[in-house]
């Protein structure tokens, strides 16, 4: 099952847009979809001038009924597939995402023109970290919950914010609902962002690494030992949890800005 990748179109006159590039890819994490990333990809488009495409990673949202690879790369592939590039992109990865994007520089460096992680990791973290040691029994109670527990259970989880928390579960739970990511896959996405390598060789693009203080899913020192392999400094955000673009948007936009402007 396929759709239309979601995209956003600025005010801003196309020839000038693709003077530019070809915009923004927005890359989700672990059972996540493109819903997930709220009404942030329409605010980036607007922030920017910049077209906004959110692709689905297979086995999740509108692609839910397709076996999750187990490996990013062929996760990546896939993603590759579904984009249908015209021109270089800034791809935005969160979490699992995050992963997906850096390999796409790494191993295409021709078609990422920047490269943004948010609360990311690999192998150069120990797995204690890459997964904090007290959220891993919620996310295996998740597998066996109903769907509305569940994601007031991921919430709780990956979000600092309260004030929307009534409307926002209400959405999340209808896109569980309508599009739910099997067991099957959502373990095989666990294995896939557990066994990430990242290549001994840095991106040809300066990446831009984020990460949150409060993250209750990940350990920020990931972020911070990854930029480190890279040769530059992760940015942290005070309070924020897992959930970045949710909790803290007018903060990652303003950075996403200075990382253009740089």
């Not at 990865?93 to 920047?114: C, D, H, N, T």
């Not at 409307?167 to 896959?185: C, E, F, K």
């Amino acid at each position: 099952m396929t759709r239309t990748p979601r995209q956003m179109n600025s005010s801003r006159p196309a020839a000038m847009q693709d003077k530019q590039h070809a915009g923004w890819v927005l890359l989700r994490g672990l059972a996540r979809e493109c819903r997930h990333w709220g009404n942030f990809p329409e605010r980036l488009a607007a922030h920017l001038g910049q077209p906004v495409r959110c692709l689905e990673l297979p086995g999740n949202g509108t692609g839910y009924q397709q076996k999750t690879p187990v490996t990013i790369t062929a996760m990546l592939e896939q993603i590759r597939q579904q984009a249908g590039l015209q021109a270089p992109v800034n791809v935005l990865g969160l979490s699992m995402g995050g992963m997906i994007a850096a390999e796409w520089a790494l191993r295409y460096p021709q078609e990422v023109r920047g490269l943004v992680l948010v609360n990311s990791s690999s192998t150069l973290s120990p797995p204690w970290q890459r997964m904090r040691m007290t959220a891993l029994p919620h996310l295996l109670l998740a597998l066996i919950l109903p769907r509305a527990q569940r994601e007031s259970l991921v919430y709780r989880l990956t979000c600092t914010r309260r004030d929307d928390q009534r409307i926002t579960l209400r959405q999340w739970i209808r896109y569980a609902n309508q599009y739910p990511t099997s067991h099957v896959n959502f373990l095989r996405q666990l294995i896939a962002a557990a066994r990430y390598r990242v290549a001994g060789a840095s991106p040809v693009v300066t990446p831009l690494v984020l990460c949150s203080r409060g993250d209750r899913l990940v350990n920020p020192a990931c972020s911070h030992i990854l930029a480190q392999h890279w040769g530059i400094q992760a940015d942290e955000h005070p309070w924020a949890g897992h959930d970045l673009p949710h909790d803290a948007p007018d903060w990652l936009l303003h950075k996403l800005a200075g990382y253009l402007g740089r």
